[in-house]
């Protein structure tokens, strides 16, 4: 029997250093999973998105991977270029 991408990734994060690794990076894939959903909203492409904003798909999909925190001011240019709002928030941890 195959092992489907939720079985693996609960059982991977059954260990404390995995899931230590993986809550750090959290914020950074929150980040990307908004981003993905602002341009898919706006009905682009990575191409139509970059050409808004006067740089390269190539920097699209870097901003959409989650390796990398974008600055405040790319976050504007984004929400401006798919027709969302930034909004940031800080929450008191649980």
Partial sequence: MMTTLDELKAKLLEHPEVKATYDALEPEYAIARELIAARARAGLTQAQLAERMHTTQ??????????SMPSLRTLARYAEATGSRAVIRLEARE
């Fill in 58 to 67: 190539s920097t699209i999909a870097r901003l959409e991977s989650g390796k």
